[in-house]
């Protein structure tokens, strides 16, 4: 029988590893992006196609789906997995940003967040034991701890204040955690480090974390505006503060250059909504950077999105098609977009941990960044 978690690293570049999550339902290659299914679903997407563009794991989320449809039922219908005809890992982010995001619709207190839903107005009440069951019913595989998330931007009292409630919020979901044994026995949990942009709370967060234990760490509060000099700035301490044998997760990175230089500071997860959500509003990601297909002088342009992709959109629908549907508001538009968004995210992941197994990973990242970031977009 698999494992329920094991992080293998196999080779190293610098501080970059690339290696294996080992998960009963299935192995997770690291460095890993999760395509993010927040309402059980990859936008645009079958779940087919997710996998076969290369993808080991996506990424649900607890705030939502507790409000729709429920967690409960959810359960009642077999679980996440089940529910949405995804049979490999998927990790549930705990509702600990949109308690930030929607922090006009909530109240703070020890116990928890008492939220209005956004949807209908109902109240709820989500604290660290409920964020845990309702990852539970969904029948997470690697369940994230609760967490209170806060800008960038607050006071240092305030990140300190938030740091430290997260922390006393990261034991009680553990706990929790392990309270169901039958699910804890198949699955994980991870900590989240917080801290904003302070070194100093960083490295308590990260101790408090390591004493508590988990199975593997988040780099939480940042890709929340602070820009990617300040979020590189932490990454170059950041990633060092946790376990070096446990795997390490930016939550909602991010751009493909963001990713290549976390990866280089030692960073093995991501997700983002970036290629999906950009899928949709027409923008391609390719190696000479962005392009916004719905410009005119793709009208007639009968070349691939990326010549130097191999995905099946590439394969076979021009550019011309491609803005065609887009401009014409065409939903086989925002397919097609996406999948090519997720496969050339996928196919910069296999980059990634091809160089580091090859010790190559910083000729790499220079040629990359070379190319992508030479071209002015569209």
């Not at 503060?241 to 230089?261: E, F, T």
């Not at 011309?320 to 910069?348: D, K, P, S, W």
Request: proline letters at 4%; hydrophobic letters at 40%; aromatic letters at 8%.
């Amino acid at each position: 029988m698999a494992p329920r978690f094991q992080f293998t690293i196999d080779s190293t570049d610098g501080r970059a590893r690339t290696g294996a999550i080992a998960m009963r339902r299935g192995t997770i290659r690291t460095p890993a992006f999760m395509p993010v299914g927040t309402a059980a679903t990859v936008k645009a997407m079958k779940p087919a196609d997710v996998r076969a563009g290369g993808a080991d794991i996506i990424l649900g989320n607890t705030y939502h789906l507790m409000l729709r449809p429920g967690a409960e039922r959810v359960a009642r219908l077999g679980g996440l997995h089940d529910f949405m005809g995804w049979d490999r890992p998927v990790l549930t982010d705990s509702g600990g940003y949109q308690v930030m995001s929607l922090a006009d619709l909530t109240t703070r207190s020890e116990e928890g967040v008492s939220f209005k839903s956004h949807l209908d107005g109902s109240r709820h009440m989500l604290s660290p034991e409920r964020s845990i069951e309702i990852q539970r019913l969904l029948g997470s595989s690697v369940t994230m701890a609760f967490d209170e998330l806060v800008p960038t931007t607050a006071t240092r009292d305030v990140q300190a204040a938030a740091m430290e409630r997260s922390m006393r919020w990261a034991r009680r979901s553990r706990d929790a955690f392990f309270a169901a044994e039958d699910h804890a026995q198949a699955n994980a949990i991870f900590g989240i480090q917080q801290g904003a942009l302070d070194e100093g709370l960083r490295k308590a967060s990260a101790d408090a974390l390591t004493d508590i234990g988990f199975d593997g760490y988040a780099v939480g509060g940042l890709a929340v505006g602070e820009g990617q000099e300040a979020m590189f700035g932490v990454l170059d301490y950041a990633p060092g503060q946790l376990p070096a044998d446990r795997p390490r997760y930016l939550m909602g990175v991010g751009k493909p250059d963001d990713i290549v230089g976390a990866v280089e500071r030692g960073i093995d997860m991501f997700d983002c909504v970036l290629p999906t959500r950009s899928g949709r509003t027409g923008q391609a990601f390719t190696r000479t950077g962005p392009i916004n297909i719905r410009n005119a002088r793709f009208a007639e342009d009968q070349g691939p999105l990326d010549p130097a992709c191999g995905c099946p959109v590439c394969a076979g629908w021009s550019r011309a098609y491609l803005h065609h549907l887009v401009r014409a508001g065409e939903i086989l538009g925002a397919m097609l977009m996406t999948e090519h968004n997720l496969c050339f995210y996928q196919a910069l992941m296999a980059d990634l941990r091809a160089a580091i197994a090859e010790q190559r990973l910083t000729a790499f990242a220079s040629g990359f960044r070379a190319q992508y970031l030479g071209s002015k977009g569209e």
